[in-house]
């Protein structure tokens, strides 16, 4: 497990946040396919909090995207670096999560965050944010549509609707499982959005959400429980923004 410090010139009030946000979004790149779905490598990214002691926990997974078993999984964490601001959530985790990446044994391939990238307010969701600063072509598959609109898909599983800010679709809601609520993906940088859709169902093939998601989750939430055992103030973040 790898120890993190937060940046020393890591923004310290929203504004400063704000304008971080505004010089990387130039950044994204959206005209790239990215790499085919169930092809090579594909890392899950997940984070858990223990707001008593203001420290945060990231993990990443690497899986084979044929066989969807484990190659690799890393673990880190630091305090929380930015206070919860709806829109600047990145600006708490993604200390942590580099950490996670970096201490990888292995290039992770696509990277699969559990939050948004353009289906986000100021167009630039933890997946895009992500994909700027590691280069790495990411997605954003998330729990909620947060306040974007969208009709609901088609009952089959791959089914899709748009998820629209006004008459822009920043996402898709797609039903990964028959008849189940869908989850909401988002292109965060280097991937098409249909290949972004595409990769998600490839990552869900027996539950709602990927396969990455899920094992992210588990191990960033069993390395926090790690720094203080059954500590009752660990949960799940907000909803990612």
Known sequence: ???????????ATEEQARA???????????????????????????VAYDDERDVVAAAAVVLDAASLDVVA???????ISFPYVPGLLAFREIPTVLAALEALPCDPGLVVCDGYGLA??????????????TGLPTIGVAKNP??????????PRGSTSALLAGDEEVGRALRTRHGVKPVFVSTGHRVSLANA???TLALTRAY???ETTRRADAL??????????ASPSIHQRPPSL
């Not at 497990?1 to 923004?11: A, F, K, Q, Y």
């Not at 971080?20 to 997940?46: I, K």
């Not at 999984?73 to 305090?79: F, H, I, L």
């Open 1 to 11: 497990m790898t120890t993190v410090r937060i940046p020393e010139d890591w923004p």
């Open 20 to 46: 971080v946000q505004d010089a990387l979004r130039e950044r994204v790149v959206l005209d790239e396919p990215g790499p085919p779905p169930g092809s090579g490598r594909v890392t899950g990214v997940d």
């Open 73 to 79: 999984q890393a673990t880190a964490v630091g305090r």
């Open 120 to 133: 986000h307010p100021r167009r630039f969701g933890l997946a895009s944010h992500l994909g700027v600063l």
């Open 146 to 155: 947060f306040t974007f609109a969208y009709g609901d898909p088609d009952t």
């Open 197 to 199: 859709c595409a990769h």
């Open 208 to 210: 709602r959400l990927p």
């Open 220 to 229: 960033c939430r069993e390395a926090l429980r790690r720094t203080r055992p």
